[in-house]
Nanobody
Framework: VQLVESGGGLVQPGGSLRLSCAAS????????AGWYRQAPGKQREMVAR???????GYADSVKGRFTISRDNAKNTVNLQMNSLKPEDTAVYYC????????????WGQGTQVTVSS
């Protein structure tokens, strides 16, 4: 099983970033998937989740700003992040497997997102 994230980086407040994750080694199309993040000194939290059928859920802190999507033909899950704030700075992890409410059986290596002027 592999989950490989890409798309992190440095962005100014108010800017946008798109994270992508390529999955392999399991039946991704029927698997729940998600994005978690961990900021320095804080607990890891789930940011967004998506079922195999496309049902989505978001943390209150990112509702209306972040959008999770998936392409089952390409085995990818994406996170479009708009109106970024400094408090969004964290390592973002792609996850898959498990259940819709806890899609965290498998984890990627993480990608750094830094929001700063």
């Amino acid at each position: 099983v592999q989950l490989v994230e890409s798309g992190g980086g440095l962005v100014q407040p108010g800017g946008s970033l798109r994270l992508s994750c390529a999955a392999s080694g399991f039946t991704f199309s029927i698997s729940a998937a998600g994005w978690y993040r961990q900021a320095p000194g804080k607990q890891r939290e789930m940011v967004a989740r998506i079922s195999g059928g496309g049902l989505t859920g978001y943390a209150d802190s990112v509702k209306g700003r972040f959008t999770i999507s998936r392409d089952n033909a390409k085995n990818t899950v994406n996170l479009q992040m708009n109106s970024l704030k400094p408090e969004d700075t964290a390592v973002y992890y792609c996850t898959a497997g498990g259940t819709y409410y806890s899609p965290n059986q498998y984890w990627g290596q993480g990608t750094q997102v830094t929001v700063s002027s």
